[in-house]
């Protein structure tokens, strides 16, 4: 069993920059891929980005330019560095793990984006 803790979100004018954090009880070198979803009210959750244990990070197209994903393998916790947020990036944003193919999911940190 694998737990997943955010912390991070808030409330943020637009412009603004926030910084989420996700740890894991467990080291995340076990972990093929981890990412970030998010997901608005009357929304489907949605792909933010994801960090595979190799490779290059993935962004969707709203968060490229933006966004920055990161592994602290120190702390075993991915970060979601957000910068120049919009209105309509408000959404609970989840941290999310593949291990060994089973997911995991923490359970939501809210962003709000407003002025």
């Known amino acids: 069993q694998v737990q997943l803790v955010e912390s991070g979100g808030g409330w943020v004018q637009p412009g603004g920059s926030l910084r989420l954090s996700c740890a894991a009880s467990?080291?995340?070198?076990?972990?093929?891929?981890m990412a970030w979803y998010r997901q608005a009210p009357g929304k489907q959750r949605e792909l933010v980005a994801e960090?595979?244990?190799?490779?290059?990070?993935h962004y969707v197209d709203f968060a490229k330019g933006r966004f920055t994903i990161s592994r602290d393998i120190h702390k075993n916790t991915v970060s979601l560095q957000m910068n120049s947020l919009k209105p309509e990036d408000t959404a609970v944003y989840y941290c999310?793990?593949?291990?060994?193919?089973?997911?995991?999911w923490g359970q939501g940190t809210q962003v709000t984006v407003s002025s």
């Open positions: 999310n793990v593949d291990l060994s193919g089973d997911p995991y």
């Open positions: 467990t080291s995340i070198f076990r972990f093929n891929t």
């Open positions: 960090s595979p244990r190799t490779g290059s990070n």
